[in-house]
């Protein structure tokens, strides 16, 4: 599993939170919510953004990040299921 590092802080992700399942036509396929740089910089898009809740203080020059409590109710309720 995926885990990004940012600041020696670690935030994994699971095959869950990042493979994208769609159906067409009855067959169902499965993606990668990746996206591939050939660049310095990555971008952490609606993937990375669901399930981490992203603060961005520009006047320290800081991000911070916390799990979403949307996505922790979301686990809850597919357990509870």
């Known amino acids: 599993m995926p885990v990004i590092?940012?600041?020696g802080k670690r935030l994994p992700l699971t095959g869950d939170q990042?493979?994208?399942?769609?159906?067409?036509?009855?067959?169902?396929?499965?993606?990668?919510?990746?996206?591939?740089s050939n660049g310095p910089i990555?971008?952490?898009?609606?993937?990375?953004l669901g399930?981490?809740?992203?603060?961005?203080?520009?006047?320290n020059r800081r991000i911070g990040f916390a799990?979403?409590?949307?996505?922790q109710l979301f686990l809850y309720l597919i357990e509870s299921y």
């Open 5 to 7: 590092t940012i600041g």
């Open 18 to 36: 990042y493979i994208l399942r769609y159906s067409e036509e009855g067959q169902t396929s499965c993606v990668s919510g990746f996206m591939v």
């Open 42 to 48: 990555s971008i952490l898009g609606n993937i990375f």
């Open 51 to 59: 399930v981490y809740y992203t603060e961005f203080d520009y006047r």
């Open 67 to 71: 799990e979403t409590v949307e996505y």
